[in-house]
Structure formats: C-alpha cells, structure tokens
C-alpha cells in the first residue's frame, strides 16, 4: 500500500533563517506531487505541484520553492524565513492518470517563524 | 477562478443526531468534488470523491451528493458519533483543486 512520509511535526525557526522540509512517498511511482499551506480558519492554499522529476510548477509567488531530486521526494525550501511564512504545510501525493484522481496527504508540519 | 464555501464555519451537534454539511462552488465546470476529513494538527484523510457525471456517492455513514448545476455538494453522516469530531473539507477539481475553508463539527456525547 502507499504511505506518504513528511517530516518534522513541527519547526520554529527564527526570521531570516533558512528552512527545509521533506515529504516522500512509497509504494507508488511516478506520482504527482504537491505543497499546500493551511492559514488558520482558512482553505488550502496551493504552493508547488510536479508532475515529474526536475519538474516544479509554481502557483503563487512567494519567498518559498521547491525540489524534486527523485521520484517520490519532494522538498520544500526557503533561504530566508518570513513571519508571514509561518503556517501548517501539507504535502500531497496523487496518481498520474486521468482526471479525477484521489488526493493522498502526509501529516503535515506546523511551521512558527519567530 | 473558482471560490468554495462552507457554511457554517462550525457546528454541534449531539450524538446520535445527523450531520449536514453544505460546499458550493461559483463555477460548475468541475471534474470531480472530493470531501476530506481533518483532525486538528493533523493532515487531510480522503472521505468521498464524486466525479463530475455522479450524483452521489456513499461509504458507511457517509453519502456526499453533487449538483453541478447549481453549484453545490452535501455531505451527510448519518448518527454522529464523538469520533466524528473534525473539520471537514471540500475540495473542487476544475484543473486545480480549490478548497472550502472548512467546517468544523463537535459531536456532544
């Protein structure tokens, strides 16, 4: 069966420091991959997708990106954390097929820029 | 671009009483609409993914219904339980997924 891994739990980190999430997944290959951050009281906000290895599309601007150095690893990354980059991120997995496929979520890390 | 919303942000309920959870979506050239459960610091479990030709989809206590045309899905779970205590989300495919900002149910043993 797949499982998705994403680590840590929780960080806090001072501003300006850098910062470095991983998410892997197994029992799959080829998935599509994404980063979502959660505000408080807020929907998912779509950050990063890959549809492939080296492959990173990128949905808002913003003081974060993105590496996806295999298959199923996917690293999220800042040189220089904000306040505002403070927030719960999610990583994701989904089958690479037709439409309509199942999204799949890792535990999530809860981010505190201080 | 597509907004999701979810309304009430929050409800009680006591136990053994159904829950209706309401998601409408502005534009109804979705694929599909999936409901998520959350648990507070947790990530998102998959309840029920509807694809655009469906009405309605069920597991267990669960069935989720999908009307396209007017833009709106519903959840209902039947005889809630203190486990069923969580924010549930929703989530339309039109391209890219959009969520709802949730609804958070507390279930009063």
């Known amino acids: 069966s797949q499982t998705i891994h994403q680590w840590p739990a929780t960080l806090v980190q001072p501003v300006g420091s850098p910062l470095s999430l991983e998410c892997t997944v197994e029992g799959t290959s080829n998935p599509n991959l994404y980063w979502y951050r959660q505000a408080a009281g807020r929907g998912l906000q779509l950050l990063f997708y890959s549809v492939g290895i080296g492959q990173i599309s990128s949905e808002v601007p913003q003081n974060l990106s993105a590496s996806r150095p295999q298959d199923r690893q996917f690293i999220l990354s800042s040189k220089k954390l904000l306040l505002s980059d403070s927030g719960f991120y999610l990583c994701a997995w989904s089958v690479k097929a037709m439409r309509g496929e199942k999204l799949f979520f890792g535990s999530g890390t809860q981010l505190s820029v201080l | 671009k597509q907004e999701v919303t979810q309304i009430p942000a929050a409800l009680s309920v006591p136990e053994g009483e159904n829950l209706v959870l309401n998601c409408s979506f502005t534009?109804?050239?979705?694929?599909?609409l999936q409901w998520f459960r959350q648990d507070p610091g947790k990530g998102l479990t998959s309840l029920l993914l509807?694809?655009?030709?469906?009405r309605e989809q069920t597991s267990g206590r669960l069935n989720a219904s999908l009307d396209k045309s007017s833009g709106r899905s519903t959840l209902y779970i039947a005889a809630s339980q203190p486990g069923d205590s969580a924010t549930y989300l929703c989530a339309v495919d039109d391209y890219k997924l959009s969520f709802g900002a949730g609804t958070t149910v507390t279930v009063r043993a």
């Open positions: 534009d109804s050239a979705i694929y599909n």
């Open positions: 509807i694809q655009s030709s469906q």
